[in-house]
């Protein structure tokens, strides 16, 4: 009578330090027929050891949803039952936010319509007269941003429009330290007189090549005028009647 006490004893205390056999429910105990002891084990349609067993759903569970008990799916926190088909195993065909409309951006449903920002990101606006309320999230830095930046991501800042990154600390978050305004490049009197300089260098030689070229051309038509048909006809009869002369 003693062993069996102690050995009942003995189990509970095991199963509470180890705290799953009353929340695990794919853990039931029973008594070994030949010794009487009360042994822990896993229970039909779970698969593992104690105190690691896991129930089995044969068809798997749709998106957002787990195996909470043999073939039993339990759609997640911030989901509700979308459809049921009682005719399958398991029942539960589809899952759906329980917030609508859905959560804004860097957001998630937490429960029924109740949003709830991600982690590195806090509510930056709500609405009381709408659901959800939480309308927007913002990302968060574990120290505020230097001059001229801003919290671009979690524990990430990014300069402004018109500076740019000047002193970066990789050693510590958020690594920038320092922000300087950007500098614009400005024409000076210098490069404009080098631009002027390059353009007469290329551009004149070759309009003065031009033009001399236009005017040997006119001065070939005047030494060399243009000859008709005529003048050509007149030479070729004179050719040819000096040669019948010969």
């Not at 069996?4 to 853990?27: D, E, F, H, R, Y």
């Not at 804004?104 to 959800?132: F, L, M």
């Not at 970066?168 to 007189?193: D, M, R």
Request: charge should be neutral; aromatic fraction near 6%.
């Amino acid at each position: 009578m003693w062993l069996c006490l102690k050995s009942i004893l003995l189990a509970v205390i095991l199963c509470t330090a180890l705290g799953l056999c009353q929340a695990n429910v794919c853990i039931e105990s029973a008594y070994e027929s030949d010794t009487s002891d009360l042994v822990y084990k896993c229970r039909e349609g779970c698969v593992g050891t104690v105190p690691n067993c896991l129930p089995v759903c044969d068809n798997g569970c749709p998106a957002n949803s787990n195996c909470t008990s043999p073939n039993v799916c339990v759609c997640n926190t911030g989901y509700i039952i979308n459809e049921l088909n009682s005719d399958v195993v398991p029942g539960l065909k589809s899952c759906k936010s329980a917030c609508e409309p859905d959560c804004p951006a860097h957001s998630h449903c937490a429960g029924y319509n109740k949003c709830v920002c991600n982690e590195g990101y806090v509510e930056n606006a709500t609405n009381p007269d709408v659901v959800p309320s939480l309308q927007s999230c913002k990302p968060t830095c574990v120290t505020d941003c230097p001059s001229h930046s801003y919290c671009a991501s979690p524990n990430i800042c990014q300069c402004n429009k018109g500076y740019t990154p000047d002193q970066i600390n990789n050693n510590i978050v958020p690594t920038l330290k320092g922000c300087k305004e950007q500098s614009e490049e400005k024409i000076t009197g210098l490069q404009i007189a080098l631009y002027i300089l390059v353009v007469c260098i290329l551009v004149f030689p070759i309009m003065a090549g031009i033009s001399m070229l236009v005017i040997w051309i006119k001065s070939r038509k005047r030494n060399f005028p243009m000859r008709t048909k005529e003048d050509l006809w007149r030479t070729s009869f004179r050719s040819y009647s000096e040669c019948e002369t010969k």
